[in-house]
T-cell receptor, first 110, second 115 residues
Framework: GEDVEQSLFLSVREGDSSVINCTYTDSSSTYLYWYKQEPGAGLQLLTYIFSNMDMKQDQRLTVLLNKKDKHLSLRIADTQTGDSAIYFCAERDAGNMLTFGGGTRLMVKP | ETGVTQSPTHLIKTRGQQVTLRCSSQSGHNTVSWYQQALGQGPQFIFQYYREEENGRGNFPPRFSGLQFPNYSSELNVNALELDDSALYLC??????????????FGPGTRLTVL
């Protein structure tokens, strides 16, 4: 079946940029999403990109999509301690089902 | 505008029991999806309801069942609970726009512990 992979952990210093990477296998993906999860909480939608786009910018967030390599990344500029959380990428298939990666834990050091 | 709400927040059950979890969708959303998130993992799709009918199902056994009501709220029922059912259960709602399902917005989840 479809698979979404993410690296487990990323540590950055406050003020630096963070780049979280994701790969997926489903070539029929329509949309790709980034969600943020803080401890004990649900998922907060951060941003999404349509599969025929290659870049989307939303304030401090930049999403890059390489459809040929099935690679998605999320760049957070000027990372703050409040950005510390788990970040999930997800792909939506033609049947509207979301498949999530295992999540990347971002730690921001002051 | 009220977001997605879920109840209860936490629940403790014993193996073999049955549980019902509830979800109220965001205003204007007519589709509800349920996900199971085991500790340290990403959410796994259980099923989706659209206009009170099941509209897709993930790889979960029949003891996981659901309902959607005319006001678009939803229930997830799990029978014969097993220890591995311990997880955070997330509900997400979304609208249909121009015949296409739109972005899913998640509730805070229900933490189920099975002893």
């Amino acid at each position: 079946g479809e698979d979404v992979e993410q690296s487990l952990f990323l540590s950055v210093r406050e003020g630096d940029s963070s780049v979280i990477n994701c790969t997926y296998t489903d070539s029929s993906s329509t949309y790709l999403y980034w969600y943020k999860q803080e401890p004990g909480a649900g998922l907060q939608l951060l941003t999404y990109i349509f599969s025929n786009m290659d870049m989307k910018q939303d304030q401090r967030l930049t999403v890059l999509l390489n459809k040929k390599d099935k690679h998605l990344s999320l760049r957070i500029a000027d990372t703050q301690t409040g950005d510390s959380a788990i970040y999930f990428c997800a792909e939506r298939d033609a049947g509207n089902m979301l498949t999530f990666g295992g999540g990347t834990r971002l730690m921001v050091k002051p | 505008e009220t977001g997605v709400t879920q109840s209860p927040t936490h629940l403790i059950k014993t193996r073999g029991q049955q549980v019902t979890l509830r979800c109220s969708s965001q205003s204007g959303h007519n589709t509800v999806s349920w996900y199971q998130q085991a500790l340290g993992q990403g959410p796994q799709f259980i099923f989706q309801y659209y206009r009170e009918e099941e509209n897709g199902r993930g790889n979960f056994p029949p003891r996981f069942s659901g309902l959607q009501f005319p006001n678009y709220s939803s229930e997830l029922n799990v029978n014969a609970l097993e220890l591995d059912d311990s997880a955070l259960y997330l509900c997400a709602s979304s609208p249909w726009t121009s015949g296409v399902q739109d972005t899913q917005y998640f509730g805070p989840g229900t933490r189920l512990t099975v002893l």
